[in-house]
């Protein structure tokens, strides 16, 4: 009698003593068939666990099973992910089967072991992302990466980008903000600084795609007297100065993440419009690293359009551009960019181009996109909004639609978002 109750679980083999000692008790009557199994089940341990994964002691399915010794099952075990399947697969199973040629497939690594953070991926449904892992008044501390200016010298202002190394257990998702504690006390209230609430430019994964960083993208805050044209030291942002002075190794002191609104949809057949201003495109930066840069299953399975508009006051103003394009390349046809350059680009009046002369010469794919179940995300300067409004108002009106009613329909069905300070 054949021994049955053999199982390879887990990181072991077992081997049902019970039903071993029942079947093939070790006397003469035992058959010429049993024998050799039996003296391999008592040299793998006689149903101790001894026998590690990947052990073939007890059966070995290259030379005993259907793979007829090729190897393969020893290489995909031993390369995993790397496994390469041959140009030329055949099949020894029988005569039946043919010679069957294959092109090579090559497997790569993707980033995954951050997917839970706000989505069960048991059954694939959406899940609230990681919230406040530390709140503003028990702040804890980041680490200063590095930081550069990445703007043109001739445009106006100083953007930086600023890459921090977060503690353990710190993780956010795309879209987030974090909150800002600068040293000191204010010094007018004698008290600690307010925390300040900048938008996360990278991905839950960070620069380094390790999950443990995070990036910002700041406008240093600063005054000019009108009548000097001098800057005045004492009403310069005290957060933002802080930020784009800091050197590697400074330390920071952060709380958050939070923030519901400005995520990505769940469904990867959405289009997504996204429109900002200035270092409003920090969470579109996120967003687009995700679905055109990195090696994730959200920007593999993604079959919609990104629709990016984004104003800046001079072409040399303009944020990652360097990015944008590769991530245009990337894409494939599924990222669509426009820029408005205020200062340099003209609108159907004669006037500066702004973000919403972009939606009015572009109105009827803007509502098409929308009726279609587009998610429309804004992010800036508050400024920005009451003239997109009134675009937006003005190009429904001449549809026939009472923007009213439309704007609220969007909001019921979740599809505006709107992050500005």
């Known amino acids: 009698m054949k021994v049955t109750n053999t199982y390879a679980y887990g990181m072991f083999t077992y081997v049902n003593l019970a039903a071993y000692t029942n079947a093939l008790p070790l006397t003469k009557t035992s058959s010429n068939t049993d024998a050799p199994f039996a003296a391999r089940v008592k040299g793998a341990g006689g149903g101790i666990p001894v026998v590690e994964s990947g052990d073939c ?32 697969v055949s099949s020894n199973i029988d005569n039946n089967f043919a010679v069957v040629d294959v092109d090579a497939v090559e497997l790569e690594d993707a980033q995954h072991w951050l997917e839970h953070l706000d989505s069960d991926l048991m059954t694939g449904t959406r899940t609230d992302p990681p919230l406040n892992f530390a709140k503003p008044q028990q702040p804890v501390t980041a680490t200063v990466l590095g930081q550069a200016r990445i703007i043109g010298e001739d445009a106006p202002g100083d953007i930086r980008h600023i890459v921090m190394k977060l503690p353990p257990g710190f993780h956010y998702v795309e879209g987030q903000s974090l909150s800002v504690i600068p040293p000191g006390v204010d010094s007018k209230s004698g008290k600690k600084h307010k925390p300040r609430l900048y938008s996360i430019a990278s991905t839950r994964y960070g620069d380094l795609l390790d999950g443990k960083t995070v990036s910002l993208c700041v406008r240093r805050a600063e005054y000019y007297d009108p009548v000097t044209n001098l800057r005045e030291e004492a009403k310069k942002g005290v957060c933002s100065n802080f930020l784009c002075d800091a050197e590697a190794g400074d330390q920071v002191q952060v709380a958050g993440p939070v923030g519901k609104t400005m995520r990505l949809p769940h469904d990867c057949n959405t289009d997504v419009i996204m429109v900002a201003t200035g270092t409003g495109i920090a969470p579109f930066r996120g967003f687009l690293h995700r679905l055109f840069m990195e090696k994730t299953v959200a920007g593999h399975m993604f079959d919609a359009t990104a629709w990016l508009i984004l104003g800046v006051p001079v072409t040399s103003g303009l944020l990652y551009p360097e990015e944008i394009n590769v991530m245009e390349r990337n894409a494939q046809g599924k990222l669509k960019v426009d820029y408005a350059i205020s200062r340099e680009m003209k609108n159907a009046a004669g006037g500066k181009y702004y973000v919403q002369d972009v939606i009015c010469e572009n109105a009827d794919e803007v509502f098409r996109r929308l009726d279609d179940g587009a998610h429309m995300f804004f992010c800036g300067l508050k400024g920005m909004m009451p003239g997109i409004l009134e675009a937006l108002e003005q190009v429904a009106k001449d549809r026939g639609i009472v923007w009213e ?17």
């Open 405 to 421: 009613d439309k704007l609220k329909e969007l909001k019921a069905n979740g599809q505006w978002h709107v992050e500005v300070y």
């Open 57 to 88: 002691r007890l059966f070995d399915p290259e030379e005993e099973g259907k793979l007829q010794g090729t190897g393969q099952l020893f290489d995909r075990i031993h390369n995993r992910h790397a496994y390469q399947l041959p140009v030329s």
